[in-house]
T-cell receptor
Framework: AQSVTQLGSHVSVSEGALVLLRCNYS??????LFWYVQYPNQGLQLLLK??????LVKGINGFEAEFKKSETSFHLTKPSAHMSDAAEYFC????????????FGRGTSLIVHP | EAQVTQNPRYLITVTGKKLTVTCSQN?????MSWYRQDPGLGLRQIYY???????DKGDVPEGYKVSRKEKRNFPLILESPSPNQTSLYFC?????????????FGEGSRLTVL
């Protein structure tokens, strides 16, 4: 069975500081991994995805994530936070060769202070 | 413009009064799904559909019904709503989960059951 754990329901950073949102997955076979972002009063949109190509994946708005098989992690980072990055972030996993139904983490709310 | 459209966006109703939340996508996607989002619980899948006339239960199907008579539409039906179904609902669609897995989300429907 596949699962996703997002560490920290809330992460608070100052504007200009490093953003690090953690995601660990559980899967017995190679996964597809995704980060989605939800801005206030909107639906989710794809930020970036890993589908077994390069382990370092670049997404929109300066975000990137690195797939680390040994650590079963797919943490999301951004070098310098901007006020507009304040949103809810969801990590999701799909197991290749399985049902292809995505499993979502519980989400991490990113708070950016001026 | 490619999009997933949900209606209504906001609804207040009373216990037991049947309601339908519509979902339509214009991308010819095969896969469609309904989620509910509750504070602290993230996204939970209600029902999904791999294609026309094919639907299946997600993690929290109790109290909900769906149908997929046409490829573009996937309505969510609450036959007898109860207060515990007060939530934010999202419809999502995808080309084919086996390909990229990227989900496209509607903007959400906020339902309050009194």
């Amino acid at each position: 069975a596949q699962s996703v754990t997002q560490l920290g329901s809330h992460v608070s950073v100052s504007e200009g500081a490093l953003v690090l949102l953690r995601c660990n997955y559980s899967s017995s076979v190679p996964p597809y991994l995704f980060w989605y972002v939800q801005y206030p009063n909107q639906g989710l949109q794809l930020l970036l995805k890993y589908t077994s190509a390069a382990t370092l994946v670049k997404g929109i708005n300066g975000f990137e994530a690195e797939f680390k098989k040994s650590e079963t992690s797919f943490h999301l980072t951004k070098p310098s936070a901007h006020m507009s990055d304040a949103a809810e972030y969801f990590c999701a996993v799909i197991v290749s060769g399985g049902s292809y139904i995505p499993t979502f983490g519980r989400g991490t709310s990113l708070i950016v202070h001026p | 413009e490619a999009q997933v459209t949900q209606n209504p966006r906001y609804l207040i109703t009373v216990t037991g009064k049947k309601l339908t939340v519509t979902c339509s996508q214009n991308m010819n996607h095969e896969y469609m799904s309904w989620y509910r989002q509750d504070p602290g619980l993230g996204l939970r899948q209600i029902y999904y559909s791999m294609n026309v006339e094919v639907t299946d239960k997600g993690d929290v199907p109790e109290g909900y019904k769906v149908s997929r008579k046409e490829k573009r539409n996937f309505p969510l039906i609450l036959e007898s709503p109860s207060p515990n179904q007060t939530s934010l609902y999202f419809c999502a669609s995808s080309w084919g989960i086996a390909n990229t897995g990227e989900l496209f989300f509607g903007e959400g429907s906020r339902l309050t059951v009194l």
